[in-house]
Protein backbone atom coordinates (compact mmCIF):
# COMPACT_ATOMS: atom_id res chain seq x y z
CA UNK A 1 0.00 0.00 0.00
CA UNK A 2 1.33 3.29 -0.84
CA UNK A 3 -1.32 5.82 0.20
CA UNK A 4 -3.72 6.78 3.10
CA UNK A 5 -6.84 8.69 4.24
CA UNK A 6 -6.99 9.04 7.46
CA UNK A 7 -10.58 10.91 8.47
CA UNK A 8 -10.30 12.24 12.14
CA UNK A 9 -11.53 15.34 13.90
CA UNK A 10 -8.95 15.32 16.46
CA UNK A 11 -4.99 16.18 15.22
CA UNK A 12 -3.61 14.01 18.59
CA UNK A 13 -4.84 10.99 16.22
CA UNK A 14 -4.20 12.36 13.30
CA UNK A 15 -0.73 12.85 14.43
CA UNK A 16 -0.87 9.33 16.34
CA UNK A 17 -2.11 7.64 13.04
CA UNK A 18 0.16 9.73 10.42
CA UNK A 19 3.03 8.06 12.48
CA UNK A 20 1.87 4.52 12.53
CA UNK A 21 1.34 4.79 8.81
CA UNK A 22 4.67 6.11 7.89
CA UNK A 23 6.71 3.61 10.24
CA UNK A 24 4.32 1.00 7.55
CA UNK A 25 6.13 2.47 4.61
CA UNK A 26 3.09 4.40 3.34
CA UNK A 27 4.32 7.88 2.02
CA UNK A 28 1.17 9.65 1.11
CA UNK A 29 -0.66 10.19 3.49
CA UNK A 30 -3.94 12.68 3.30
CA UNK A 31 -6.31 13.77 6.51
CA UNK A 32 -9.28 15.23 6.64
CA UNK A 33 -11.78 16.28 9.56
CA UNK A 34 -15.30 15.13 8.54
CA UNK A 35 -17.37 12.18 6.27
CA UNK A 36 -18.38 14.73 4.04
CA UNK A 37 -14.67 15.82 3.18
CA UNK A 38 -13.77 12.28 2.91
CA UNK A 39 -16.47 11.90 0.38
CA UNK A 40 -15.18 14.61 -1.77
CA UNK A 41 -11.26 13.50 -2.02
CA UNK A 42 -12.07 10.25 -2.68
CA UNK A 43 -14.22 11.39 -5.78
CA UNK A 44 -10.75 12.92 -6.90
CA UNK A 45 -8.18 10.71 -5.78
CA UNK A 46 -7.77 6.93 -4.99
CA UNK A 47 -6.23 5.85 -1.68
CA UNK A 48 -5.22 2.29 -0.88
CA UNK A 49 -6.26 2.66 2.82
CA UNK A 50 -8.62 4.93 4.59
CA UNK A 51 -8.46 5.28 8.40
CA UNK A 52 -11.28 6.22 10.23
CA UNK A 53 -11.73 7.52 13.71
CA UNK A 54 -15.18 7.91 14.68
CA UNK A 55 -17.20 9.55 15.76
CA UNK A 56 -16.90 12.44 13.17
CA UNK A 57 -18.42 15.64 13.27
CA UNK A 58 -20.74 15.33 10.69
CA UNK A 59 -21.54 11.38 11.22
CA UNK A 60 -20.84 8.50 13.18
CA UNK A 61 -18.14 6.96 10.41
CA UNK A 62 -19.95 3.73 9.72
CA UNK A 63 -21.96 4.65 7.12
CA UNK A 64 -18.70 6.03 5.10
CA UNK A 65 -16.65 2.88 6.25
CA UNK A 66 -19.23 0.93 4.74
CA UNK A 67 -19.33 3.61 1.21
CA UNK A 68 -15.93 3.37 0.54
CA UNK A 69 -15.53 -0.73 1.64
CA UNK A 70 -18.80 -1.17 -0.60
CA UNK A 71 -17.63 0.78 -4.00
CA UNK A 72 -13.69 -1.23 -3.27
CA UNK A 73 -12.26 2.32 -3.39
CA UNK A 74 -9.98 1.48 -0.45
CA UNK A 75 -9.37 -0.94 2.16
CA UNK A 76 -10.90 0.53 5.55
CA UNK A 77 -10.00 0.48 8.87
CA UNK A 78 -12.62 2.06 10.65
CA UNK A 79 -11.30 3.13 14.84
CA UNK A 80 -14.70 2.85 17.62
CA UNK A 81 -15.35 3.47 20.69
CA UNK A 82 -15.18 -0.07 22.85
CA UNK A 83 -18.18 0.48 24.03
CA UNK A 84 -19.70 0.24 20.63
CA UNK A 85 -17.23 -2.22 19.33
CA UNK A 86 -19.30 -5.09 18.81
CA UNK A 87 -22.73 -3.27 17.87
CA UNK A 88 -20.81 -1.68 14.91
CA UNK A 89 -18.20 -4.33 13.91
CA UNK A 90 -20.75 -6.74 13.28
CA UNK A 91 -22.70 -4.09 11.25
CA UNK A 92 -19.63 -3.20 8.90
CA UNK A 93 -17.95 -6.42 8.59
CA UNK A 94 -19.79 -7.73 5.79
CA UNK A 95 -18.47 -5.02 3.92
CA UNK A 96 -14.62 -6.13 4.61
CA UNK A 97 -14.09 -2.98 7.19
CA UNK A 98 -12.11 -4.23 9.66
CA UNK A 99 -12.95 -2.31 13.16
CA UNK A 100 -10.72 -1.97 15.73
CA UNK A 101 -11.60 -0.70 19.53
CA UNK A 102 -10.44 2.13 21.45
CA UNK A 103 -8.40 2.97 22.46
CA UNK A 104 -5.87 1.68 19.97
CA UNK A 105 -2.41 0.24 20.75
CA UNK A 106 0.53 0.90 18.40
CA UNK A 107 0.58 -3.42 18.06
CA UNK A 108 -3.47 -3.23 17.70
CA UNK A 109 -2.97 -0.48 14.65
CA UNK A 110 0.02 -2.56 13.41
CA UNK A 111 -1.81 -5.87 13.51
CA UNK A 112 -4.96 -4.39 11.61
CA UNK A 113 -2.78 -2.75 8.83
CA UNK A 114 -0.95 -6.00 8.06
CA UNK A 115 -4.47 -7.60 7.45
CA UNK A 116 -5.61 -4.84 5.25
CA UNK A 117 -1.98 -4.55 3.26
CA UNK A 118 -2.94 -8.75 2.93
CA UNK A 119 -6.36 -8.16 1.74
CA UNK A 120 -5.38 -5.35 -0.45
CA UNK A 121 -2.06 -7.35 -2.04
CA UNK A 122 -5.27 -10.24 -2.35
CA UNK A 123 -8.19 -7.63 -4.36
CA UNK A 124 -5.36 -6.29 -6.28
CA UNK A 125 -4.58 -10.14 -7.67
CA UNK A 126 -7.99 -11.09 -8.63
CA UNK A 127 -8.24 -7.47 -10.21
CA UNK A 128 -5.37 -8.41 -12.14
CA UNK A 129 -6.48 -11.63 -13.09
CA UNK A 130 -10.39 -10.40 -14.04
CA UNK A 131 -8.52 -7.27 -16.65
CA UNK A 132 -6.63 -10.13 -17.98
CA UNK A 133 -9.77 -12.32 -18.50
CA UNK A 134 -12.15 -9.55 -19.46
CA UNK A 135 -8.90 -9.19 -22.37
CA UNK A 136 -8.76 -12.48 -23.39
CA UNK A 137 -12.76 -12.60 -23.70
CA UNK A 138 -12.48 -9.57 -25.97
CA UNK A 139 -9.71 -10.99 -28.01
CA UNK A 140 -12.20 -14.01 -28.33
CA UNK A 141 -15.10 -12.33 -29.70
CA UNK A 142 -12.98 -10.32 -32.55
CA UNK A 143 -11.31 -13.55 -33.28
CA UNK A 144 -14.81 -15.22 -33.44
CA UNK A 145 -15.95 -12.14 -35.17
CA UNK A 146 -13.96 -12.38 -37.94
CA UNK A 147 -14.09 -16.52 -38.55
CA UNK A 148 -17.84 -15.21 -39.06
CA UNK A 149 -16.93 -12.68 -41.67
CA UNK A 150 -14.04 -15.08 -43.42
CA UNK A 151 -17.00 -17.98 -43.13
CA UNK A 152 -19.72 -16.08 -45.14
CA UNK A 153 -17.31 -13.91 -47.14
CA UNK A 154 -14.62 -16.32 -48.48
CA UNK A 155 -16.68 -19.46 -47.89
CA UNK A 156 -14.42 -20.87 -45.68
CA UNK A 157 -15.66 -23.56 -43.42
CA UNK A 158 -14.87 -23.10 -39.56
CA UNK A 159 -11.42 -24.39 -39.16
CA UNK A 160 -10.27 -23.13 -42.69
CA UNK A 161 -11.16 -19.51 -40.94
CA UNK A 162 -9.25 -20.83 -37.85
CA UNK A 163 -5.97 -22.09 -39.79
CA UNK A 164 -5.93 -18.82 -41.66
CA UNK A 165 -6.08 -16.25 -38.70
CA UNK A 166 -3.37 -18.24 -37.06
CA UNK A 167 -1.16 -19.02 -40.12
CA UNK A 168 -1.65 -15.03 -40.32
CA UNK A 169 -1.06 -14.24 -37.21
CA UNK A 170 2.33 -16.73 -37.21
CA UNK A 171 3.51 -15.52 -40.50
CA UNK A 172 3.31 -11.72 -40.11
CA UNK A 173 4.65 -12.02 -36.45
CA UNK A 174 1.44 -10.15 -34.86
CA UNK A 175 -1.49 -11.36 -32.73
CA UNK A 176 -4.61 -13.44 -33.86
CA UNK A 177 -6.84 -10.12 -32.60
CA UNK A 178 -4.50 -8.12 -34.84
CA UNK A 179 -5.23 -10.47 -37.60
CA UNK A 180 -8.83 -10.54 -36.91
CA UNK A 181 -9.13 -7.07 -36.93
CA UNK A 182 -7.51 -6.56 -39.96
CA UNK A 183 -10.14 -9.05 -41.60
CA UNK A 184 -13.27 -7.19 -39.91
CA UNK A 185 -11.60 -4.07 -41.28
CA UNK A 186 -11.54 -5.20 -44.72
CA UNK A 187 -15.00 -7.42 -45.16
CA UNK A 188 -17.18 -5.51 -42.84
CA UNK A 189 -16.93 -2.30 -45.08
Known amino acids: ???????????KSISYLTDILEQAAIMR???????????????HN??????????LPDEF????????AAKGIAEVILIVRS???????????DYGVIAVSKPVSRAMLWNALKVSRAVHKRLQ?????????????EDIRVIDRAKCVLISSLAMTEPEAHKYIEKQAMDMRITKKAVAEAVLKTYEN
Open 83 to 93: ELFDEISHKVE
Open 1 to 11: MDSALIVSSTE
Open 125 to 137: TARNENTRLLQKM
Open 46 to 55: DYDLCVINGP
Open 61 to 68: GEALARGI
Open 29 to 43: IATVGTAGEARRILI
